[in-house]
């Protein structure tokens, strides 16, 4: 990539401190259950709403970290 095109890119993005506001707003909130962009609750999408695919992850999670697996339920 060209050198101005890289410094184009970087000037556009958000200062460190700005990236990590949301993370540190929830890292220090208690079970916020809820789905932030740039600072701003936005609806989750379909596939975070999907039960089965829910599951599915836990299973693969659990097979990758050789944790116990079988124990995912799929609650609707």
């Given at each position: 990539?060209p050198?101005?095109?890289?410094?184009a890119?970087?000037?556009?993005e958000d200062s460190?401190?700005e990236?990590a506001?949301?993370?540190?707003?929830?890292?220090?909130?208690?079970?916020?259950?809820?789905?932030?962009?740039?600072?701003a609750e936005?609806?989750?999408?379909?596939?975070a709403?999907?039960p089965?695919?829910?599951a599915?992850?836990?299973e693969?999670?659990?097979?990758?970290?050789?944790?116990?697996?079988?124990?995912a339920t799929?609650?609707?």
């Open positions: 990539m050198q101005a095109e890289r410094s890119r970087i000037a556009e460190p401190a990236a506001a949301t993370a540190l707003f929830l890292a220090a909130s208690t079970g916020t259950g809820r789905y932030l962009e740039d600072g936005v609806p989750p999408s379909p596939q709403m999907d089965r695919l829910a599915w992850l836990w693969r999670c659990s097979e990758l970290t050789g944790l116990p697996t079988g124990m799929i609650r609707r």
